[in-house]
């Protein structure tokens, strides 16, 4: 199957920046959509970014124009540059890839990020 692990999260003062990572192992051939959720203390799930194999690319509009999504092939990671970091962008956040067969879902283990001043 497919395990991702995460790494870059951590706590940065309220306008500062972090890179999330998220590797990728397994059937690394089979990813289709990669995508970033994070979840608050007591909300929902929700999601943050996503980019397709073609590398088009989806963000929440709480992010848009802050946050940006890529994702190397040559190193199965996917990345999160977040800039700006606002403390409403605390949170957990998630790795996620679904296949280009089947119906599932992967994801990490989750990395906590706490922009706080």
């Known amino acids: 199957q497919v395990q991702l692990v995460e790494s870059g999260g951590g706590l940065v003062q309220p306008g500062g920046s972090l890179r999330l990572s998220c590797a990728a192992s397994g059937r690394i051939f089979s990813i289709n959509t990669m995508r970033w959720y994070r979840q608050a203390p007591g909300k929902e799930r929700s999601l943050v970014a996503d980019?397709?194999?073609?590398?088009?690319?989806n963000y929440a509009d709480s992010v848009k124009g802050r946050f940006t999504i890529s994702r190397d092939s040559t190193r199965n990671t996917l990345y999160l540059q977040m800039n700006t970091l606002k403390p409403e962008d605390t949170a957990v956040y998630y790795c996620?890839?679904?296949?280009?067969?089947?119906?599932?879902?992967?994801w990490g283990q989750g990395t906590q990020v706490t922009v706080s001043s």
């Open positions: 980019i397709t194999i073609g590398g088009s690319t």
């Open positions: 996620n890839a679904d296949l280009k067969y089947g119906s599932s879902w992967y």
